[in-house]
């Protein structure tokens, strides 16, 4: 019913390469083959104790490259999705859903498993802009702008992740457990996805118990991380990550179009 053994290693699908090469789902595309899937960019920033600091906004310091990076990491997460059978049968509705749920932390797991770093500078003119948006009575996540603190925040879920040093295996198995989300809203199947869950969840045991006998505790701290970057907010990594890339187009459209396109 559900199988990863086959998935764990890095591979992209076919059928991305009839894009117009003028549409910004082909720019995205197009990237997946790019040297910098295999290229970690240098990370030096450190850590700021001053909150006012941790409010700065920030931006990608190097956005080219970083978004080529995140491009095709992005790229990877749909194929994985599009190659499960068992997500492919599960009503369109719920395949929808969990896309829309699930997206943001599969593509960190991604982030991780390639060990991706990337730099962060101030947003130009940020002071001035920030006392506009930050007037009186709007707080910091309605303006969900990037910042010093949310990126730390997300530095150190990849660390986490880094610390545990996952195998490919544990990787696959760990994305389809987060994958079949049976608590996600609206979901028709969700005994069937349910089950998936737990099948995922029962693999990534074996496979842990398997490859570290000796650590006893490593399944429930690969489980802890992995609950960890449900809290990364969507609008930081699309801002983040994509903008640059796509400016205001829907980032859901997009993914539904890489998820559903021939």
Not at 35 to 51: E, P
Not at 229 to 242: A, G
């Amino acid at each position: 019913m559900f199988s990863l053994e086959e998935k764990t290693t890095n591979k992209t699908c076919s059928g991305y390469q009839d894009q117009h090469p003028h549409t910004i789902l082909y720019n995205i595309l197009s990237w997946r083959d790019s040297d910098y899937l295999n290229d970690k960019l240098n990370s030096n920033s450190g850590v700021h104790s001053c909150h006012c600091e941790q409010r700065r906004a920030v931006c990608l310091k190097d956005p080219k490259a970083t978004c080529q990076v995140a491009s095709g990491v992005l790229v990877k997460t749909i194929c994985f999705m599009r190659s499960l059978p068992s997500f492919s049968q599960l009503p369109l509705g719920d395949q929808l859903s969990l896309l829309r749920h699930s997206w943001v932390p599969l593509f960190v797991l991604g982030l991780a498993q390639e060990r991706i770093v990337f730099e962060v500078t101030d947003v130009p003119n940020s002071s001035i802009l920030r006392q506009i948006l930050l007037r009186p009575g709007l707080s910091e996540k309605e303006v969900d702008q990037p910042t010093l603190a949310r990126v730390h925040r997300l530095k150190s879920y990849l660390h986490q992740l880094w610390d545990l040093d996952l195998s490919p295996r544990e990787y696959a198995y760990l994305k389809g457990a987060m994958l079949f989300n049976p608590v996600v809203q609206g979901l028709s199947a969700v005994l069937f996805i349910e089950g998936l869950q737990q099948e995922a969840q029962e693999a990534l045991r074996q496979a842990v118990h398997l490859l570290h006998p000796e650590d006893a505790s490593r399944f429930r701290h690969i489980l802890l991380a992995a609950s960890a970057i449900l809290n990364i907010s969507h609008s930081l990594v699309t801002k983040l990550f994509f903008k640059p890339v796509i400016g205001n187009a829907n980032m859901l459209h997009l993914l539904t179009e890489m998820l559903f396109v021939q």
